[in-house]
Structure formats: structure tokens, C-alpha cells
């Protein structure tokens, strides 16, 4: 399968814990995007990347949050000290980042966090 | 961001069409109109995009009014497995594809 693929599928934690998620992009893509989505609602938009560099993070992104992708190729989304209120999806998506050109994104099955 | 109004719910039936609406009156000239869909359980998938002229696909069709205010995904003949929630998202074509804001969606109920 050459889609993108995110690790864990399913994450339980304790309120105050570190996670680490991990999204691996379709090759040859080269912007990487992270989502959040809460039961019910839309995606939220997270932060992206163009290669290795961050270019835009959103304010739902909180000093708790980090994101890298070095190398250009797969990413990590960290949250630390873990709140109930980061209980969400966390979506990857990649997409080839060209203008001009059908530039659709290509979402991961996503990432479930449940924090007790 | 331009906003996005799109009805809550909709229902139809097997092998009927389905016309999906969507009003985006404050679309900038620079912005492509894109859907994506959400199944059960999985993460959003691109269905059809378009900027000024109807388009068509595999998929669907996507009629855009002569204003761009508004648009509408069409299902020619729907099944069981397109009941999803269709979003509509305006998204500017200036250096390519940026981050997608997704509305509250339209959620497609397909009975048998």
C-alpha cells in the first residue's frame, strides 16, 4: 500500500503523559499536513510542512504541540502533558505542493487519542 | 478563508441521483472549489475540484454557478458506499495546495 500510513492507530494515555505519533507521506509528496478532528466536527488544520521546513501553524497549536519532519520524509506530532481535551482524530495528510496543478490531498487513516 | 454553507443532513436513495449544495459567496477569484468526503471511520478522501466551468470524474460531477457563489457535487447514480459527509472547501490556487478549512459538512445518508 502506498498511501499514507500513521502509527498508532489508537493511542490511551493518562492526563500529564507525553504521546508521539508518527505519519509517513506518499514518496513523493512533499508538503505534509497535521488535523485534528473531535467527534462530530470538521478537521481543524494543524500545522504544515513544505519538505523539512514548518511553514504554518495554527493557533490550535499550543506550546504543548510539536511538530518536525526532518529529513523531508515522515513527521512527528508530540503532545506534551497530555489534557482530556486533546482526546481527538489526528489526521496526517500529503500532497505533491505544486500550483497550479490538481493538488489534492491524500489523507492517513489517523491517529485516535484518548486521554484519561 | 472564504465561508462555507452547506445543508446538515441529506438523505436519498440507492441508484438515485443526488445533487450536494453548497453557498460560498465569499469565494475570492483565485480560489478553486474543491470536495472531499469523509466515510465512516476513515480519513477525509478528494472527490472533484474545480474553478470556473463544470467538471467531471469518475466520481462525480461538479456543477459551479456562473457567479462562483455557489456549487453543487453532483452523485449520478448513489450506493451504499457513498454515504458520507461531503465537505466543501474553497481553496486558493496561489502556491498550490495549502491547509483545507473544513465546515461542519454535509452528512449523506443513502438508504437501500
Known amino acids: 500500500d502506498t498511501g499514507v500510513s500513521q502509527d498508532p492507530r489508537h493511542k490511551i494515555t493518562k492526563r500529564g503523559q507525553n504521546v508521539t505519533f508518527r505519519c509517513d507521506p506518499i514518496?513523493?509528496?512533499?508538503?505534509l499536513y497535521w488535523y485534528r478532528q473531535t467527534l462530530g466536527q470538521g478537521p481543524e488544520f494543524l500545522t504544515y510542512?513544505?519538505?523539512?521546513?514548518?511553514?504554518?501553524k495554527s493557533r490550535l497549536l499550543s506550546d504543548r504541540f510539536s511538530a518536525e519532519r526532518p529529513k523531508g520524509s515522515f513527521s512527528t506530532l508530540e503532545i506534551q502533558r497530555t489534557e482530556q481535551g486533546d482526546s481527538a482524530m489526528y489526521l496526517c495528510?500529503?500532497?505533491?505542493?505544486?500550483?497550479?496543478?490538481?493538488?489534492?490531498?491524500?489523507f492517513g487513516p489517523g491517529t485516535r487519542l484518548t486521554v484519561l | 478563508d472564504a465561508k462555507t454553507t452547506q445543508p446538515n443532513s441529506m438523505e436519498s436513495n440507492e441508484e438515485e441521483p443526488v445533487h450536494l449544495p453548497c453557498n460560498h459567496s465569499?469565494?475570492?477569484?483565485?480560489?478553486?472549489i474543491h470536495w472531499y468526503r469523509q466515510l465512516p471511520s476513515q480519513g477525509p478522501e478528494y472527490v472533484i475540484h474545480?474553478?470556473?466551468s463544470n467538471v467531471n470524474n469518475r466520481m462525480a460531477s461538479l456543477a459551479i454557478a456562473e457567479d462562483r457563489k455557489s456549487s453543487t457535487l453532483i452523485l449520478h447514480r448513489a450506493t451504499l458506499r457513498d454515504a458520507a459527509v461531503y465537505y466543501c472547501?474553497?481553496?486558493?490556487?496561489?502556491?498550490?495546495?495549502?491547509?483545507?478549512?473544513f465546515g461542519q459538512g454535509t452528512r449523506l445518508t443513502i438508504n437501500p
Open positions: 495528510a500529503s500532497s505533491l505542493g505544486l500550483a497550479g496543478i490538481r493538488n489534492e490531498q491524500f
Open positions: 514518496s513523493e509528496h512533499n508538503r
Open positions: 510542512f513544505q519538505n523539512e521546513a514548518q511553514l504554518e
Open positions: 465569499t469565494i475570492s477569484g483565485t480560489d478553486y
Open positions: 474545480g474553478l470556473t
Open positions: 472547501i474553497p481553496t486558493s490556487i496561489i502556491q498550490g495546495a495549502q491547509k483545507l478549512v
